[in-house]
């Protein structure tokens, strides 16, 4: 029959050979494949009379049109393939159809959904053209819809079509499916990896084919049986997502890309950003494999020089894929040599290798760094070696560049994994230096000794700098080569240039702050001199925390036996002496180190100068006398105190001298005119503030050493820790500034780790901390039971309370500043005042009974203290609330309770905590927690009662630890008293964060209260639970 002058053949069928159905296939094969058959439903096979058995049949690829013996319809669709699109148009024997019918027959439902309509241009046989309207069918609409199509309106082109799109489902099940990278479009699709057979067949269709099918197209039947094979598989993937072990990046790309309609890989702009060589390569491994096709690889070898002045040399190979142990080089298929033929299978295969030898040069010339010269520069001199030869420089630039580039196409580089990467190791070896060198006044110094090595292999440092400079990362050590890491050479000159590289000599602080610094990745390595006292190196450097410090004994003479942990603590502040370095022995309070400094001061020459609060200055006078009483002691306090040559003669005569933080700065052109062997700083929160004129007066005071003696070094601000510790050792954490900025606010502010731990690392040397929570300590002690003592407010209380935060609430937002911060402190401090009692708040002398809920249920628990004949201190932060607490208990139980604050004097203070531990005085002691919350030792109490808060657990602690401290044979209740509903309870609820915090060295004292907005000071004081 003839169709715009063609002749069409109706006679069109074949057979395909039966599917191997028990071929093996990979987890992922067999889940794609069987998602293409569920989805398609495989049309072919079941209208060919598969089995519905269970049993599938061999599907017949057979269409025979001669078969149609019917009549014609008027209008005939016909196909033809265009731009990978199949485009239908009528033909009724004279002119083509309108766009009316294609709407209006068979194509009507598809155009609706999925087509579209436009003009198309038919080449005619006499060499003119016609253009007609056609419906455009995308691969797999077309092939839904061919399926669809009755026979009756098949004509032989549509007829063709549908039998490829059936031979495609065929060759899918039959395993022929393969993915394929695109690289040059960035696709991935499916393709068909066709056998000899396979290919026969085709060409038998391509014969077969009506003129029509293909006019005007460039496509071949094969390529169109792929085409119609990858819109069959992305239809049957759609929506699928494989699952891959270990969830690879790329392949999972490439996945998603082949199981929807668009074949472009995603997630980069270009190919570059995947790195597909590899996979690229295992999937046309796995044709060659498919249809028995032998399939060899090149490979790059770099073969590494026997001496340094030798040639580096690059030699191409090609590797069987079936058994990579067999190759030969590029030279040996050039000399026909019997590896080359083996791998060729025969002689005659050589040619094969050939080219692709020369199909390997050109791409490895064309896009590899440095193998530009494996080409031969006249393409038609003939064979080439495929070797490259490189001086040192070059084979570091082609180790540099080349990988990466070889990586993406898919080919092996041998001979690197040869080359040993190693990292440069700077080491700095320390020493004590040699006594009669020791130009340190306290008689110590050390010397440091920096070193580099490679490959175990030692190098100057001059060498590395070099290499560093000049970008070298190839170096020969001893009879291999190896490859520098350029990230350790940059830390090597970094290292290089920021410390002297000869013999260096330091001060202990020095060698702390050096140790400080040190790169983890840097080797310290302390050597031991001569001399059993040179390991104060190795000591300093090392751990000096409690589990590796050893005991000494006490010296002869002195009245006492310490403990285990204080004899560590007396070794510990021995080392430190004799390397003429300060500490911080900031154990918890009640663990004895008065008697530790004692004994430790005890072993060395005079004079020493012990620094405390007023209210512990008999504490220390009277241990002295009862644990050192061979030396002679002086209180330097007091209005009858010697100034001027007497008083330095004074000094001088005794072995310790006691004088008060109140008195350092008035006294200190006295006290600062006397060399002390060491001066020890009780209670060193003290100095805790540096601008303080105490602060400043310590820092002055010369010593051979200073020692602060703390339970709390840090106890709002990390800024304390540098007080304490810059009077001890100056200079040891660089100055105040330079402290905030490194250490300070990166830690405060932002939690920094690494700032913390190179803190750490600093201190760790100087400061012996160890806690009454390691029950190992003092297996003896008693326990210590903390509860709080809930109280509400009276309606009186609660009507003031209101008042002030309605007030503060105003204020807050009103005024800002350091206005702002001062109204915000003032009310927080009235609002604990109206919580402690109304009287206390007004100052008005009113009656005291029944108008406060804390006071009430502070009687409760004096009730049962005197009811059980027990003893209790009374901490307040107020002088007027103690007062009025001393009235309130003579009233009411005929108490005569003494009242220790900063106005008592020093006799009569004394004579308070004498008969209170004594037992001879009444069983209550009332004390303000700033004149003695420190340094008292009043072990007689088994009861603690916090009558209002200091909001700061450090603290709350100290005084607590006057009660709860060696000599104690009792459990000490600690009782606290807080207010329900009101901002006593809400802070009490952050206090024990704050503790976390304190203990982190991160604190941040009550200020932080009055830099909260106007929403969260709302949310602190806002009085709730009264309806």
Known sequence: MKVMGFSIKVTFTFCQESIDATKPRSRLEQEIVENIRNATGWYQCERAGADTTGARAEPSMAVSVTSMTRDRPEIIAQGIWRSRSLYVWGWDGE??????????????????????????????????????????????????????????????????????????????????????????????????????????????AASLAPAICLNGSHVSTADLVGIFADAIARTGLE????????????????????????????????????????????????????????????????????DALDPWRLELELVDDADPGRWCTADQVARRAPEAVEIAGHAGGCGLLDDEIAAAITTLASQVPGCAAMAPDDPNAGETSGVVEFDLDSAQDFLDE?????????????GPEHLVTAPVKIAARVRSAPRDESLSRFGKEALVEWSATVDDTEVSLAEIARAETMGTTLMRSGHRWVRLDRDGLRRARTVISDHDITNRRMSPIELVQLVGDLDPDIDLITESGVD??????????????????????????????????????????????????????????????????LAYLFDRPGPHLVVCPLSVVHNWESEARRFTPSQSVMIHHGSGRQSGEPALIGLDDHDLVITTYGLLPRDLDTLGAVEWTTVVFDEAQMIKNPATKAARAARSLTAAQ????????????????????????????????????????PIENHHDETAAATLRALTQPFILRRTKADRSLIPDLPDKIEQIAYASLTSEQATLYQEVVNQLLIDADQFEGMQRRGRVLTALLRLKQICNHPAQALKDGSRLAGR????????????????????????????????????????????????????????????????????????????????????????????????????????????????????????????????????????GQLIDDKRAIADAVVGRGEAWLSELTTDQLASLVTLEGRG
């Open 95 to 204: 002119r083509p159809a309108s766009v009316a019918w294609l709407y209006r027959g068979p194509l009507g439902d598809v155009l609706d959904a999925e087509g579209s309509v436009s003009p198309i241009m038919i080449e005619l046989p006499d060499g003119g053209s016609r253009t007609v309207p056609a419906a455009r069918l995308g691969a797999m609409t077309a092939i839904s819809w061919l399926d669809d199509l009755a026979h009756d309106v098949l004509s032989p082109s549509l007829a063709w079509f549908r039998t490829l799109a059936g031979h495609a489902r065929h060759l899918i099940l039959a395993g022929r499916l393969l993915p394929t990278l695109i690289e040059s479009e960035g696709e991935a699709r499916w393709s068909l990896a066709l056998t000899a057979a396979d290919h026969d067949v085709i060409a038998y």
């Open 239 to 306: 929506g699928w997502s494989p699952d891959l072990d270990g969830g690879d990046r790329v392949l999972g790309r490439v996945m998603a890309a082949l199981s929807q309609p668009d074949a472009r890989l995603r997630g980069s702009s270009t190919l570059g950003g995947l790195d597909l060589g590899s996979l690229d390569r295992q999937f046309i491994r796995y044709r060659g494999r498919l249809i028995d096709q032998p399939v060899r690889w090149p490979r790059l070898r770099l073969h590494l020089p026997l």
């Open 402 to 414: 080349a990988p990466e580039m070889l990586e993406r196409l898919g080919i092996d580089l041998l």
């Open 532 to 597: 059993p006292d040179d390991d104060w190196v190795a000591r300093l450097t090392g751990d000096l925390g409690d589990d590796h410090l050893r005991e000494v004994t006490e010296s002869p003479g002195f009245d006492g036996t310490l403990r285990s942990y204080q004899r560590r603590g007396l070794s510990w502040l021995q080392f430190l002496g004799r390397a003429g370095l300060g500490g911080c022995l900031a154990d918890d309070m009640g663990l004895g180190k008065t008697a530790t400094a």
């Open 706 to 745: 200073k020692v602060a003696l703390t339970g709390t070094p840090v106890e709002n601000r990390l800024s304390e820790l540098w007080s304490i510790l810059d009077v001890c050792n100056p200079g040891l954490l660089g100055s105040r500034t330079q402290f905030r900025q490194r250490f300070a606010r």
């Open 852 to 987: 406060s809920g804390k006071l009430n249920r502070c009687d409760e628990l004096i009730d049962g203290i005197v009811d059980l004949d027990e003893r209790a201190l009374i901490f307040t932060q107020f002088r007027e609330m103690g007062e009025l607490l001393a009235d309130h208990l003579g009233q009411r139980w005929g108490i005569d309770a003494p009242f220790l604050h900063g106005g008592v004097s020093r006799p009569r203070r004394d004579r308070m905590i004498a008969d209170y531990q004594s037992g001879v005085g009444p069983p209550l002691l009332i004390i303000s927690l700033k004149a003695g919350g420190t340094g008292l030792n009043l072990t007689a109490a088994n009861h603690v009662i916090h009558y209002d808060r200091w909001w700061n657990p450090a603290v709350e602690d100290q005084a607590t630890d006057r009660a709860w401290r060696i000599g104690q044979d009792k459990t000490v209740n600690v009782h606290k008293l807080v207010c329900t509903g009101t901002v006593e309870e809400k802070i």
